[in-house]
């Protein structure tokens, strides 16, 4: 209340409040242009952010793990012991799992059978989980079999399986139930139960996404050239990164898209407020004529374009906090997630943008106004 | 006071439009005067350069030639923004089409050539005016609530709302009715006494002229009486 008692103070914005009251339907009209504009923008803005906040959550599990196989360069098969011993050298505090990989047909007595793929590792333990018996640190004797498909062939705890002439004992059965990555109809052996030779991958665990970036980058960094790479690196983090960077893009285009809107809203504002001024050249010749400075008639006027932006975007806040609600439900699941930074900052965005649209529309008719020669103005 | 320059004064002034090819001489070497506390008429058929005469005077048009004077300021070679602060405080107009603003009710018309001014009394002031010209009963209605001889009497609270030394009116009786007219006049008149403000009124209308102290002739720009 106080600060609507302040405005009023300015003579230029009480006279732009009562000429915008005078046509009520252009004013109207306007404001609907500058509505449309921040609800554009502002949603479309909120969109991306949805989408951005429902990838991050489907991501989040993966994003700690690297990657390393064999490079498009590399004079191997796949990934040598002594580059492991070099791997171990450069990478500190996470876990390194060589493996290697092969795929074999088991079957039961009772003729039913499963292909999977093996792999073959030592530190089995910082890879996969177990939903029943061990998950060693260090396996050397035994096997680790998906649970789905040890339920299919109906395999328990210490039955043996074969793989390459030999029998392993089940140890593990692995929880095979994460989306992405390890899991599901998988045999894991120790490491010395496949061809020994190079590696077909070391999978590098990290604390999180951030150190695993700074590990691939690091290895990228330390065992590649732009023209020779012996090690292919790759993380989930970069992974993430692509997404993020695709939906940025995204983002970008969505943006674009609305910001057209408020451009062609404020082209319309700057046409309303032309046409008034040239309706009201007479009036605003009388204003000039009985001693009004030209800066007041152009504050006045600038003030009708500000308010006309003000009104709009509140407006279009409102409908974009409520658009953003269904957005958010309807996408991540969360519609209070709308007032999070990351979104709520379009709406804030979009309101800015009105008002500054607006203003900048304003700025011609209110020169123009602001310098017509009162003759001439009084004449018509 | 200022009796011996004269409130308002033009010496020399000619004032002529380029139209295409050919030159048109509004005013042809004009001297002209008005004092405080008298009414001057200037007369002339159309076209004559009367109101061209009352921009000059009124500091919204600039002579080719000639100069203008205010008490003792030449304000020829004022600036815009100068003859803007001139007219604030010196100048009233009346004009034939009134020229209220139709989303201001009478009290707030009168006010308007004050409205930027940070003064405490306005609205007081205004108020007074309106019911020195008739119209304490009429403080809050729109232009369009009023009649024709009305609307001008908001015009003439507004042309002395900044206090002003001279009060231009061009034809200020135009288009009204002869009687509305004649009680127009006895207004303008009634103020070079109360106010002691210099009035100068265009016409085309011989009526006018018996309320004048003074009467200028115009023809073809030039002053013939
Ligand atoms: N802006 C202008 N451009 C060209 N000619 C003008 C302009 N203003 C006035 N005139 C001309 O100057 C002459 C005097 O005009 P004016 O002062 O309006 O006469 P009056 O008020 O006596 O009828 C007329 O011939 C008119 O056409
Ligand atoms: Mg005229």
Same mark, same amino acid.
Do not use: C
């Given at each position: 209340m106080?600060?609507?008692?302040?405005?009023?103070?300015?003579?230029?914005?009480?006279?732009?409040?009562?000429?915008?009251?005078?046509?009520?339907?252009?004013?109207?009209?306007?404001?609907?242009?500058?509505?449309?504009g %921040?609800?554009? =923008?502002?949603s479309?803005?909120?969109?991306? &952010?949805?989408l951005? *906040?429902?990838? #991050? /959550?489907?991501?989040? @599990?993966?994003?700690?793990?690297?990657?390393?196989?064999?490079?498009?360069?590399?004079?191997?098969?796949?990934?040598?012991?002594?580059? %492991?011993d070099? =791997?171990?050298n450069?990478?500190?505090a996470? &876990?390194?799992?060589? *493996?290697?990989? #092969? /795929?074999?047909?088991? @079957?039961?007595?009772?003729?039913?059978?499963?292909?999977?793929?093996?792999?073959?590792?030592?530190?089995?333990?910082?890879?996969?989980?177990?939903?029943?018996?061990?998950?060693?640190?260090?396996l050397?004797?035994?096997?680790?079999?998906?649970? #789905?498909?040890?339920?299919?062939?109906?395999?328990?705890?210490?039955?043996?399986?074969?793989y390459?002439g030999?029998?392993?004992?089940?140890?593990?059965l692995?929880?095979?139930?994460?989306?992405?990555?390890?899991?599901?109809?998988?045999?894991?052996?120790?490491?010395?139960?496949?061809?020994?030779?190079?590696?077909?991958?070391?999978?590098?665990?990290?604390?999180?996404?951030q150190?695993?970036?700074?590990?691939?980058?690091?290895?990228?960094?330390?065992?590649?050239?732009?023209?020779?790479?012996?090690?292919s690196?790759?993380?989930?983090?970069?992974?993430?990164?692509?997404?993020?960077?695709?939906?940025?893009?995204?983002?970008?285009?969505?943006?674009?898209?609305?910001?057209?809107?408020?451009?062609?809203?404020?082209?319309?504002?700057?046409n309303?407020?032309?046409?008034?001024?040239?309706?009201?050249?007479?009036?605003?010749?009388?204003?000039?004529?009985?001693?009004i400075?030209?800066?007041?008639?152009?504050?006045?006027?600038?003030?009708?374009?500000?308010?006309?932006?003000?009104?709009?975007?509140?407006?279009?806040?409102?409908?974009?906090?409520?658009?953003?609600?269904?957005?958010?439900?309807?996408?991540?699941?969360?519609r209070l997630?709308?007032?999070?930074?990351?979104?709520?900052?379009?709406?804030?965005?979009?309101?800015?943008?009105?008002?500054?649209?607006?203003?900048?529309?304003?700025l011609?008719?209110?020169?123009k106004?602001?310098?017509?020669?009162?003759?001439?103005?009084?004449?018509? | 006071?200022?009796?011996?320059?004269?409130?308002?004064?033009?010496?020399?002034?000619t004032k002529r439009?380029?139209?295409?090819d050919?030159?048109?001489?509004?005013?042809?070497?004009?001297?002209?005067?008005?004092?405080?506390?008298?009414?001057?008429?200037?007369?002339?058929?159309?076209g004559?350069?009367?109101?061209?005469?009352?921009?000059?005077i009124?500091?919204?048009?600039t002579?080719?030639t000639?100069?203008?004077?205010?008490?003792?300021?030449?304000?020829?070679?004022?600036t815009?923004?100068?003859?803007?602060?001139?007219?604030?405080?010196?100048?009233?107009?009346?004009?034939?089409?009134?020229?209220?603003?139709?989303?201001?009710?009478?009290?707030?018309?009168?006010?308007?050539?004050?409205?930027?001014?940070?003064?405490?009394?306005?609205?007081?002031?205004?108020?007074?005016?309106?019911?020195?010209?008739?119209?304490?009963?009429?403080?809050?209605?729109?232009?369009?609530?009023?009649?024709?001889?009305?609307?001008?009497?908001?015009?003439?609270?507004?042309?002395?709302?900044?206090?002003?030394?001279?009060?231009?009116?061009?034809?200020?009786?135009g288009?009204?009715?002869?009687e509305?007219?004649?009680?127009?006049?006895?207004?303008?008149?009634?103020?070079?006494t109360?106010?002691?403000?210099a009035?100068?009124?265009?016409?085309?209308?011989?009526?006018?002229?018996?309320?004048?102290?003074?009467?200028?002739?115009?023809?073809?720009?030039?002053?013939?009486?």
């Open positions: 106080s600060v609507l008692d302040l405005l009023w103070r300015f003579p230029s914005v009480q006279m732009a409040w009562r000429n915008l009251g005078r046509n009520r339907i252009r004013t109207g009209l306007a404001t609907l242009g500058i509505v449309i %921040v609800v554009a =923008i502002a479309l803005g909120m969109t991306g &952010a949805a951005q *906040q429902q990838a #991050d /959550s489907n991501l989040g @599990s993966l994003t700690n793990e690297v990657s390393v196989s064999a490079g498009a360069d590399s004079a191997t098969d796949g990934v040598t012991e002594s580059q %492991v070099d =791997i171990e450069v990478v500190v996470a &876990a390194i799992v060589p *493996q290697r990989s #092969d /795929s074999t047909t088991l @079957s039961t007595r009772r003729g039913e059978s499963r292909r999977v793929t093996v792999t073959g590792v030592t530190n089995a333990g910082a890879l996969y989980e177990t939903s029943a018996g061990d998950t060693p640190d260090r050397r004797t035994g096997a680790l079999l998906s649970d #789905d498909t040890a339920a299919d062939l109906g395999l328990e705890l210490g039955d043996p399986v074969e390459d030999q029998l392993y004992r089940i140890v593990g692995i929880e095979s139930d994460s989306g992405f990555g390890p899991g599901g109809n998988e045999l894991v052996l120790p490491s010395s139960a496949l061809s020994d030779g190079a590696y077909d991958s070391v999978t590098i665990v990290a604390e999180d996404g150190t695993a970036t700074a590990i691939a980058d690091r290895l990228d960094a330390e065992f590649n050239e732009p023209d020779d790479e012996a090690l690196v790759t993380s989930f983090a970069s992974a993430q990164a692509n997404v993020d960077s695709f939906l940025n893009t995204l983002n970008l285009a969505l943006l674009g898209i609305g910001s057209i809107s408020l451009v062609v809203a404020s082209v319309a504002i700057l309303v407020m032309l046409m008034s001024t040239i309706e009201r050249r007479g009036e605003i010749g009388v204003l000039r004529a009985v001693g400075r030209r800066g007041e008639v152009l504050r006045m006027i600038l003030a009708e374009a500000a308010f006309l932006g003000l009104l709009g975007g509140i407006v279009g806040a409102a409908l974009s906090v409520g658009t953003g609600l269904v957005v958010f439900q309807l996408l991540a699941g969360d997630a709308v007032f999070g930074w990351p979104s709520i900052r379009y709406v804030v965005g979009g309101f800015g943008f009105a008002v500054v649209a607006s203003v900048l529309s304003g011609y008719p209110a020169w106004a602001a310098n017509d020669p009162p003759v001439e103005a009084l004449r018509g | 006071m200022g009796s011996q320059v004269g409130v308002v004064r033009l010496a020399g002034v439009y380029q139209n295409g050919e030159t048109i001489e509004a005013l042809a070497d004009v001297d002209f005067r008005a004092e405080r506390g008298e009414m001057v008429t200037v007369i002339g058929p159309s004559s350069g009367k109101s061209t005469m009352l921009n000059v009124g500091l919204l048009d002579p080719t000639g100069t203008v004077r205010i008490q003792t300021r030449d304000v020829t070679a004022f815009e923004d100068e003859l803007t602060e001139e007219r604030r405080s010196v100048i009233g107009f009346v004009f034939q089409e009134f020229h209220l603003l139709p989303m201001l009710t009478a009290v707030e018309n009168v006010e308007l050539p004050s409205m930027w001014e940070p003064t405490v009394d306005r609205r007081d002031r205004a108020v007074d005016l309106l019911r020195r010209v008739g119209l304490g009963d009429r403080l809050d209605h729109t232009p369009d609530e009023l009649s024709g001889g009305q609307r001008q009497r908001v015009a003439i609270a507004r042309a002395l709302i900044n206090e002003p030394d001279i009060v231009l009116a061009d034809e200020p009786t288009n009204l009715d002869r509305t007219g004649e009680t127009i006049l006895e207004e303008l008149t009634a103020l070079q109360n106010e002691n403000v009035v100068v009124a265009v016409t085309h209308d011989e009526q006018l002229v018996e309320y004048a102290d003074r009467v200028v002739e115009l023809v073809d720009g030039r002053v013939t009486t």
